[in-house]
């Protein structure tokens, strides 16, 4: 790591802590806390994980991970709500390989929300995601699921 300034090593150990301890946190949130640029941020973490191999890569963040604290941050504390949340980003996620893990969650929230006549808009669950409305519409758009199918099998 020879060359990365303190910051930028210290932005990498707590994104890696955070992967570590399986605390769902992107290197955008990591950067905005810690004000290093997320390219510095992104070379650094790839340096770091490549010499870790050797004893253990850490896990990446999966797909869901990050639907309770979305919730949470949008005052939805209900289990039930959560769960079909959890159940319906994993669906959702099959049909849409390569998408952003943060636009597949929104889209799933804004989709049971919707369906369960939960009063956010779609700009509110994008402001708490930091993601776009185009690029979730996007996704909800692309979406070939049963709603009601998955509340069902909760």
Do not use: W
């Amino acid at each position: 790591m020879k060359g990365q300034r303190n910051e930028v090593l210290e932005a990498t150990c707590l994104f890696a802590a955070c992967r570590k301890e399986q605390v769902s946190r992107t290197m955008k949130e990591i950067c905005e806390l810690t004000n290093v640029h997320k390219e510095d941020l992104s070379k650094c973490f790839k340096i770091l994980n490549r010499n870790l191999r050797s004893l253990k890569a850490l896990p990446s963040a999966k797909i869901g991970d990050h639907i309770p604290r979305l919730c949470n941050s949008l005052d939805i504390s209900d289990q039930k709500t959560i769960s079909i949340c959890q159940k319906v980003v994993k669906k959702l996620n099959e049909a849409q390989q390569g998408r952003n893990p943060y636009s597949i969650s929104a889209a799933s929230i804004y989709l049971v929300f919707k369906h369960l006549r939960i009063t956010k808009t779609l700009a509110e669950i994008c402001e708490h995601a930091g993601i776009t409305e185009m690029t979730v519409m996007a996704v909800v758009r692309n979406a070939d699921l049963n709603i009601q199918e998955i509340i069902d099998s909760a």
